[in-house]
């Protein structure tokens, strides 16, 4: 059994910043892989960034450079650090996670544990 929480997620105006946290429970396993999806409205769900088990990071392409990913293994802890948000980062924030490694660290169909979602809302 493992469990997913996010928090962290608000409304900004652009240019802002918000820094996502998601917490992970379940017993400690030594290798596992963890990611953030975003989902708006009418849009399919999207990676936005992820740490494989090996610790390598992966990036969209729209959020390089704005939007850091890291984590705390100890405690099971994901966090997205997200500045010079846009309007279009507007979405439903969810956090993913898996055992072991993943082929494709940014396609939702390699994680088997999810999050309920954070609201992340950008104004212009």
């Known amino acids: 059994q493992a469990q997913l929480v996010e928090s962290g997620g608000g409304s900004v105006q652009a240019g802002g910043s918000l820094r996502l946290s998601c917490a992970g429970s379940w017993n400690h396993y030594d290798r596992y892989s963890m990611a953030w999806f975003r989902q708006a409205p009418g849009n399919e769900r999207e990676g936005v960034a992820a740490?494989?088990?090996?610790?390598?990071?992966t990036y969209a392409d729209a959020v390089k450079g704005r939007f850091t990913v890291s984590q705390d293994n100890d405690k099971i802890t994901l966090y997205l650090q997200m500045n010079s948000l846009k309007p279009e980062d507007t979405a439903m924030y969810y956090c993913?996670?898996?055992?072991?490694?993943?082929?494709?660290?940014?396609?939702?169909?390699?994680?088997?544990?999810w999050g309920q979602g954070t609201q992340v809302t950008v104004s212009s």
């Open positions: 740490i494989d088990s090996d610790g390598t990071t």
């Open positions: 993913a996670a898996d055992w072991g490694g993943v082929g494709r660290p940014l396609v939702p169909s390699e994680y088997v544990y």
